[in-house]
């Protein structure tokens, strides 16, 4: 309910403030082509972060079907729409439901998909430092602190003497395998492959804000369209809001007026993003989830799943 009511707001919120007319003709004159090759960035920057994904199974030696890890991943598109994209670990209980995999060894991946994207994000924030206003710089640097801490944190082992208090002591088992798997990511190797990827990917939704304003004849540069984006991101996700919600809205269509773009394009350009990457992206794991629910697991796995899980939880 509360995602909904946030949904209806937001859009609301962007008709009124951009005039309904006015929006309405901005929209109806959009031309199909721009629209076409903005999906299709996004859709690049899903199979960006696919390769991640998988290059990431890899690295931890955990095996998955071609068919099934894709319709994983994708799944997990459904929940960007949840504070911080946290219901992503969904995809772990995919994996154990349908291959068997303990939810201990596979949440890292997760884990460091999240690390990795906001490591990206800034660093494409950062290309347009001096093109951001001052309150965006402070969060971009708050984020850039936290991000090297948890970094640090996550690379040794000093994290550890967390697992024997006793509110957690019981689950200590899985929680030491999943900081095991997390610091093997946290290597040299995997984490700048997964920052590459995770740079590819966010510059092409970036890239796809810049053709959407193109088709709306907002001229910026792709410098500025790069750095509004991400650093609109970086905001909504601070916001903890489902999907960035208000958070992200707000801070693009104030930074694309900062550039000098109408009020009328940049809501229009604020509005169509937002459909081209996060409700894209949520439709695609709809999907994904609802051909999850018909193709039934394999008993057999899902029960070795089971019992993984469980001997991993043993301390």
């Known amino acids: 309910m509360l995602l909904i009511l946030l949904t209806v707001v937001v859009f609301v919120g962007l008709f009124s403030y951009g005039d309904f007319r ?29 390769l991640r994904w998988s290059y990431y199974l890899h690295f931890l030696k955990i095996e998955v079907p071609f068919v099934s890890s894709v319709l994983v991943f994708l799944a997990g598109l459904a929940m960007a729409i949840t504070p911080g994209k946290a219901g992503e670990l969904i995809k772990s209980y995919l994996l154990r439901d349908r291959i068997g995999v303990p939810i201990a060894e596979s949440a890292p991946v997760v884990v460091m998909e999240r690390l990795t994207d906001v490591i990206a994000v800034v660093l494409l924030a950062l290309m347009g430092l001096a093109l951001l206003p001052l309150p965006v710089l402070l969060v971009v640097a708050v984020v850039l602190g936290l991000l090297a801490g948890i970094v640090a944190l996550i690379a040794t082992r000093r994290g550890d003497r967390i697992f024997d208090l006793p509110l957690i002591r019981r689950w200590s088992g899985s929680l030491r395998t999943s900081a095991e798997g997390m610091r093997r990511l946290a290597g040299p190797r995997p984490l700048v492959v997964a920052v590459i990827l995770g740079l590819g990917a966010w510059f092409c939704e970036g890239l796809a804000l810049w053709v959407v304003l193109e088709g709306l004849d907002a001229h910026v540069s792709l410098l500025r369209a790069l750095s509004i984006y991400a650093a609109a991101t970086l905001v909504g996700a601070v916001s903890a809001l489902p999907g960035g919600l208000i958070g992200t809205e707000g801070s693009m269509l104030a ?10 394009a940049a809501t229009a350009g604020t509005l169509l993003v937002r459909l081209v990457t996060l409700w894209f992206a949520v439709t695609l794991g709809m999907l994904a989830l609802f051909l999850l629910n018909r193709l039934r697991p394999n008993a057999n796995l899902q029960q070795c799943g089971t019992d993984q899980a469980a001997l991993h939880a043993k301390p």
């Open 255 to 264: 930074m694309l007026q900062q550039s000098g773009v109408a009020k009328g």
């Open 22 to 50: 006015d929006l309405g003709g901005q929209l109806s004159r959009f031309p199909v082509i721009y629209l076409l090759a903005a999906l299709g960035l996004a859709f690049a920057n899903y199979a960006l972060r696919f």
